[in-house]
């Protein structure tokens, strides 16, 4: 994958009062970036949902730790393809996520809670989760609508 | 987030104005639960004319809301509401388990 240029650098502590600002920063980034009206609502959704789960579930509510998102265009050559999309890196330093609760729950199952992956799930088109050395990383990536798609990947490493 | 309740005999309606996230979503979920469970109030609608925004922490808190009405054998109805917000409910699969009318005059005849 070849990665273009950074869009956007976010550093924020972990307090669900900043997320307003990421998300209205969000939507504004997609749709410049040329995607439609339902699609920037469902990636602002991913990002607030994934960054609400680093401060309930790494963070544990502290509202005074750091968490870096990162935006890029991805630009990608393959063969006569092109495919160009938006991938965007939320990283933090808590606590690593159960990876049995890292796929969304069934929605037969009428209940609170839960529905934060779905919701992201729902948004993109790469989910990829690593964590190495204190460092968890969620790279979320959404391609544009004229581009090719890859198969919805959900993994961590 | 702002909450304001207009009573009418039987009937609560909170004018929700603001966002419905993991910020404020806890006080939204504790003045609809109390309106079931302390207040005992047969029908609570919720105008969400001005809610800009709910995550799945918003939703939660409407779904505890409606469990808690059905416990108490009152309603839960929803009005107004915006193009996220109903999106949010439709990928929730949740738009059929409530009752949601387009403006309050048709909540309040329901």
Known sequence: MNRTGLLLRLELPSDPEILCVVRSAVMRLTEEMGFSTEECRGLTRAVDEALANIIRHAYHGRPDQPIEVLCRRLQNRTGSEQRAGLE??????????????????SLDDVRPGGLGIHFIEDAVDVMQYTSHARENRLRLVKYLPNAKRETKVVKGD | MQISTRRFDKTAILDISGDIDLAHSTEVRRLVLSEFREKKTPRVILNLNDVNYIDSSGVASLVEGLKASRDVGSRLILFGLSPIAHEVLQISRLLKMFEIYDTEDLALQA
């Open chain 1, 88 to 105: 965007i890196v939320l990283v933090d330093h808590g606590a690593a996520p159960d990876r049995k609760k890292l796929c969304g729950r």
